[in-house]
């Protein structure tokens, strides 16, 4: 296989574009021809990572399997590839920051002057290559967060400048803008994508590639018109359709020629088209699914669905392979009481709680735990919804009244959540919870066993605080067991109702796991139980 090309994908006009889709489609399709393919994400701003970002800041906090806390992003590289990322997949200013600041207290830098250039642009060049070098790539795609003329990208955007002079014919800079329609005079205009490829110039940067966002279809004479203006090759010149979900959009790149246009630019051959007959067969279950099951995701964040970005995608996967169309109604917990809980969930045919951190809302999910589980709807929680499953029963099965976790009440008389030991001396709050993938042993005959098929799983986390195992045998004998456990530590790792149609609750993070073309086995079982509602 030929050596190591680089991908940028920049953004201009506007930010949510999707350059993390366009990224993920591209590495999709060069996949699909046989290239062994990877991501990274290099985020401006001074976050040594997103794990102390609330959700309303940077939506959805994404874990790898290695522990680290990264951008959304990384969810969608990995459900489009299947394929794990890492700690090196994502890189923030903080984290290039703070690697120099440490060199230069080391005195690697002995007797210089520490600088934005070089050695900031030399630090974030050494990350962009270290996929390349050390995991043998044949390409590595790298998405600059922002848009170009922000501040804080300037530095990535000059570090891209000198790869692509260092690296020649193994780069190429593909740059994505927006192309709105004004309904006023019933035109598109391209006055912003000029103005944003001519501030990429002004930092030394031509593009290869231009992905142009439209709502609707480009003529030639658009094309041609971008092309001329922004000396890009007009075959180069693309569009990006709105479509109904995001899935369709490697099918849309490929009829666009973008991974062609890609190889070309960094001089490898161009063979057969890929048929690409996995992911059109998941396009076609997904769009040629005749009936619904609803579901009810109670949260906190619900206002920003990219909160529980993972979680959606999970449940649309699994909607997917059990024939579905899945309509996620999303609940705030904060609104929800005994008395209008069941107008709430009436018409659900399953119920996810979802994972966070706080007390905001908790009283909430405890109420509409409670529902379902008088109500034997079927039932999923997800980290802090596993928790909250258990200090329901706890209090309402188990009459142990004032019975909480230690995070909501630090004198609860009945911690059945507590903190985890190794978790006691920690002072620090970013990247010190419990993170990564971890094993869990799961026990014949109970539900989660029946949806894995086999015995020994492992599974991502991102916790403090764990079920308090002081109490297993009280639980057990209420009718309410641990279904799945890690083989090191006792760690519960899922809790039970046997008696229930479907109540399971998972201390750690399915919907991490979950892909386009391996829907994850947890969510799989959920949406069948749901059906079967």
Not at 466 to 477: G, L, Q
Request: aromatic share 8%; net charge neutral.
């Amino acid at each position: 296989m030929p050596e190591t090309r680089y991908v940028f994908v920049t953004g201009g006009v506007a930010s949510s574009l999707g350059k993390g889709i366009i990224s993920a489609s591209l590495a999709k399709l060069l996949q699909a021809r046989g290239y062994k393919v990877t991501i990274q994400k290099l985020d401006p701003y001074l976050n040594v990572d997103p794990g102390t970002l609330n959700p309303y800041e940077h939506g959805e906090c994404y874990v790898t399997e290695d522990g680290a806390e990264t951008d959304l992003d990384l969810g969608h590289y990995e459900r489009f590839l299947n394929v794990p990322t890492s700690q090196a997949n994502n890189v923030t200013t903080g984290r290039i920051y703070q690697n120099v600041i440490n060199k230069e207290r080391k005195g690697d830098y002995l007797g210089k002057t520490v600088q934005i250039i070089p050695h900031i642009t030399d630090e974030i060049k050494r990350n962009i290559k270290l996929l390349g070098s050390k995991h043998k790539y044949d390409f590595v795609i790298t998405e600059i967060g922002g848009t170009v003329g922000d501040i804080e990208s300037l530095p990535y955007v000059e570090a891209v400048r000198q790869l692509k002079w260092e690296l020649g014919n193994h780069a190429a800079v593909v740059h994505l803008t927006l192309v709105p329609y004004l309904n006023a005079s019933g035109e598109l205009k391209t006055k912003p994508t000029q103005h944003s490829v001519k501030q990429l110039l002004e930092n030394g940067i031509q593009p290869d590639v231009l992905v142009l966002r439209t709502e609707h279809e480009l003529s030639q004479d658009i094309r041609r018109k971008v092309a001329l203006f922004c000396n890009v090759d007009s075959k180069a010149v693309i569009q990006s359709i709105d479509v109904k979900t995001i899935y369709e959009v490697p099918v849309k790149m490929q009829e666009e020629g973008l991974d062609e246009i890609v190889l070309k630019k960094v001089d490898l051959p161009i063979d057969e088209k890929p048929a690409l007959k996995d992911w059109k067969g998941f396009l076609n279950k997904l769009h040629s699914a005749k009936e619904t099951v609803k579901i009810g995701l109670v949260g906190k964040y619900v206002e920003l669905a990219d909160a529980y970005k993972s979680i959606i995608e999970a449940l649309h996967h699994a909607g997917t392979y059990n024939d579905r169309k899945v309509k996620i109604e999303l609940i705030h917990s904060e609104e929800l009481t005994d008395k209008n809980i069941a107008d709430k969930l009436k018409g659900l045919n399953g119920v996810l709680v979802a994972p966070g951190f706080g007390h905001r809302g908790i009283e909430g999910k405890l109420t509409a735990v409670k529902y379902v589980r008088e109500n034997n709807i079927p039932f999923l929680g997800i980290c802090l919804g596993m928790q909250c499953a258990v200090i329901e029963y706890a209090r309402n099965v188990l009459n142990l009244k004032e019975a909480n976790s230690r995070e909501m009440n630090e004198r609860t008389s009945d911690a059945v959540i507590d903190l985890m030991e190794d978790q006691k001396n920690v002072t620090d709050m970013g990247g010190t919870m419990r993170l990564g993938a971890y094993d869990c042993n799961l026990k014949k005959g109970t539900k989660s066993f029946d949806a894995y098929g086999k015995p020994d799983v492992k599974e991502r986390h991102r916790h403090r605080y764990e079920f308090n195992n002081e109490y297993i045998d009280a639980y057990a004998k209420a009718g309410m067991q641990a279904a799945g456990c890690n083989p090191e530590t006792g760690l519960v790792e899922i809790m039970e109702i046997p008696a229930h149609k479907w109540f399971v609750g998972v201390q750690f993070h399915p919907e991490y796991s979950s892909t386009v073309l391996k829907p994850h086995p947890i969510f799989m079982a959920f949406i069948k139980a749901a059906i079967n509602e």
